[in-house]
């Protein structure tokens, strides 16, 4: 009984807390001004089942998207047997489904314990990738300090959490085999057969108190790791869903006009036009700050999961350009964190020193071709072509910011109508014959 009790507050209270953070989350994103996405249902619904539930994206990079596959699917399935574990912790029972589902139980058991040594052998493999074999898209100015912590951080809590999950069916199934009260005959466990052997010679006491070990070990260690997951770019795991559903069913070269600008030259070309119900002139152009970016942009940021697909396929980039669409994502992300533990000192945002520019440079803004390859080839349908263009309109019509040859160009545009240096009435002369 004192072990239900302390369960469940333990439970209580992990639940509490991994609420009161995702709703920081939800207040941050919804700073973000408002665009309707709602239309195309049944176009986003496919989407989202191809791309966030298949992954289908993945699978451009066979070798790491398998091992993703593994993981990914050891998250989702064998989160069915953490319920049991719940069940057990609050009703003081043990494997309580196993009387539910009789036979289907041992098949269950089965899969997962196979899973769960694919999750193991994976998240292993992708260690070896990142810090052994030291693939190339993992580094990068922005990938320092924690972005690399927290890589190697979720990977060993994987690790350990299988490792509990393994050794705990392993002795549950030697006290089973000792017909030791409480520990009905329940499961099978092809590989956590394998490893009963160790426990040879274990008197009955011990056997249990290490499976009590390894039974609050995962429990635990799954608190721990859904309470780390909104301070990690692991939390895809939720967010890939949503983004997913919420892409921008438009072709991706489709730039969109700003609608304040549109209603103001329609305005100004026709005097006589009504005014739109409800318009009031616009007071700034572009994205200065997070809040001028859409909600949709800035669940991009968190949804994103660093790991470099972006950046390797930038044409900037690969030509030695400041400009990488990874660390665009970062800092918008960085800099939305620092607006809401603005509002949470506050009560409200209190203009600080910074914008959304202060984390950018002019410099990798302008950098971008607009080419999309990073929208084409994200896992998850992030967009920060989208965040680059918002923000160098801000740098264009509110600070007449803009490299010489742009600057050039427009000059020529509001004298000849033409980006070229002739006039107008020489546009034609080049189909003269000499």
Not at 212 to 232: D, T
Not at 295 to 312: P, V
Request: hydrophobic letters at 45%; glycine letters at 6%; charged letters at 20%.
């Amino acid at each position: 009984m004192v072990q239900q009790i302390i369960f469940a507050i333990i439970l209580a209270a992990s639940a509490w807390l991994f609420a009161r953070n995702i709703g920081k989350i939800r207040r941050n994103i919804l700073l973000g001004r408002d665009v309707d996405l709602s239309g195309n249902s049944s176009e986003r619904w496919r989407t989202m089942f191809m791309v966030a539930l298949g992954q289908g994206k993945m699978f451009t990079r066979p070798i790491p998207a398998l091992l993703h596959l593994f993981v990914y699917a050891g998250f989702v399935l064998i989160n069915i047997e953490v319920l049991e574990i719940l069940i057990d912790g609050v009703a003081g029972t043990h494997r309580a489904l196993a009387g539910i589902l009789g036979i289907l139980y041992n098949g269950m058991m089965a899969f997962f314990e196979v899973l769960a040594l694919l999750v193991l052998v994976s998240c292993i493999l992708f260690l070896i990738r990142r810090h052994v074999l030291k693939v190339k898209r993992f580094s990068g100015f922005e990938m320092r300090a924690f972005p690399v912590r927290d890589a190697a951080t979720i990977l060993i809590i994987e690790i350990i959490l299988m490792t509990c999950l393994l050794l705990l069916n392993a002795v549950d199934k030697s006290l089973q085999n000792m017909g030791s009260e409480h520990f009905v005959q329940a499961g099978f466990f092809p590989v956590s057969n394998i490893l009963v052997s160790l426990f040879n010679g274990m008197s009955e006491s011990n056997l249990i108190m290490f499976e009590r070990i390894c039974w609050w070990g995962h429990i635990l260690g799954i608190f721990a790791f859904m309470n780390y997951l909104p301070f990690s770019k692991h939390f895809h795991i939720i967010l890939a869903f949503p983004n997913t559903y919420y892409s921008n069913l438009e072709p991706k070269g489709e730039l969109t006009n700003m609608s304040s600008v549109t209603t103001e030259v329609k305005l100004m070309m026709d005097p006589s036009a009504p005014t739109p119900e409800g318009y009031t002139p616009p007071t700034s152009f572009g994205a200065k700050d997070i809040q001028d970016l859409s909600w949709k942009n800035l669940m991009d940021a968190y949804t994103c999961t660093e790991c470099g697909r972006c950046t390797s396929v930038c044409p900037a980039n690969i030509t030695g350009k400041l400009l990488s669409p990874r660390k665009v994502m970062m800092d918008t992300r960085d800099r939305l964190e620092d607006v809401g533990k603005n509002i949470d000192k506050n009560g409200e945002f209190v203009a600080d020193e910074k914008n959304l520019h202060s984390y950018i440079s002019a410099e990798e803004l302008w950098a971008c071709t607009t080419c999309n390859a990073c929208a084409e080839i994200c896992p998850v349908n992030i967009n920060p072509v989208e965040i680059i263009v918002d923000m160098r309109r801000f740098l264009v019509m509110e600070k007449s910011e803009a490299p010489q040859e742009l600057n050039l160009t427009f000059t020529n545009m509001e004298n000849n109508g033409a980006p070229w240096q002739m006039a107008q009435s020489a546009r034609a002369d080049w189909t003269k014959e000499n």
